[in-house]
């Protein structure tokens, strides 16, 4: 299973700030999940709200920090704009290219998100995002057609015939957020493929 260090360790350190990168790090993370926004200034801003004006740190500087140490989980990040979003991806997506940063990925709950990240760069590895209970059929026909590369239930989301159903459609499955030892132990009996956590010490790798 992949350990997943929710906005770094959040549970630990300042979400989704080097600090908390480093101690995902420390913690053996195979992988650090963080959220970007395209900023109205045009940087791609690290930040879990949409951010301050103030707010500074880059998904380049989150990408230099972790290249060759561990992967990085970017999710595209919008508020109440389709056209934001599918820029949004396209920007991300083609950093990520351009860098090859082959250990970094997309996830996004917007799905126009993840069509303009495979527009602009189709080799970056795409995984979309839910908190709710999309209909199967319909959900993995549209995985295939986008060619994801995995599915992000909530946690509330995650079933035994889901996780069955995805892998037998080629697709992975991480859950998000899993901080207790019991559901974490659950999940993995499941073979849930990743978990993310704000304490992902907790995660068992392997
Ligand atoms: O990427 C999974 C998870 O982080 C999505 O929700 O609000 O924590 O960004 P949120
Ligand atoms: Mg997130």
């Known amino acids: 299973?992949?350990?997943?260090?929710?906005?770094?360790?959040?549970?630990?350190?300042?979400?989704?700030?080097?600090?908390?990168?480093?101690?995902?790090?420390?913690?053996?993370?195979?992988e650090v999940e963080t959220d970007v926004w395209l900023a109205a200034d045009g940087r791609l801003i690290i930040s879990h709200d949409p951010p301050a004006k103030d707010a500074s740190l880059t998904l380049g500087e989150v990408l230099e920090f972790c290249r060759g140490r561990m992967g990085v989980n970017v999710e595209l990040k919008s508020e109440a704009s389709e056209a934001r979003a599918r820029e949004t991806g396209a920007r991300v997506a083609a950093e990520l290219a351009r860098g090859a940063d082959g250990d970094a990925y997309v996830s996004s709950f917007w799905w126009p998100a993840l069509?303009?990240?495979?527009?602009?760069?189709?080799?970056?590895?795409?995984?979309?995002?839910?908190?709710?209970?999309?209909?199967?059929?319909?959900?993995?026909?549209?995985?295939?057609?986008?060619?994801?590369?995995?599915?992000?239930?909530?946690?509330?989301?995650?079933?035994?015939?889901?996780?069955?159903?995805?892998?037998?459609?080629?697709?992975?499955?991480?859950?998000?957020?899993?901080?207790?030892?019991?559901?974490?132990?659950t999940f993995a009996s499941w073979s849930v493929d990743g978990i993310m956590s704000d304490y992902p010490e907790r995660v068992p790798r392997g």
Request: hydrophobic share 45%; proline share 7%.
């Open 1 to 30: 299973m992949r350990r997943i260090g929710h906005r770094g360790a959040s549970g630990h350190a300042p979400e989704n700030t080097i600090a908390s990168f480093e101690k995902a790090l420390a913690l053996g993370c195979d």
């Open 115 to 185: 069509e303009a990240a495979r527009d602009a760069a189709p080799p970056v590895r795409r995984a979309f995002i839910f908190s709710d209970s999309p209909e199967r059929t319909a959900l993995l026909a549209g995985a295939k057609a986008l060619g994801l590369w995995a599915l992000h239930p909530n946690r509330a989301y995650v079933t035994p015939e889901l996780v069955r159903d995805a892998h037998a459609a080629g697709l992975r499955v991480n859950a998000w957020t899993v901080n207790d030892p019991r559901e974490i132990a």
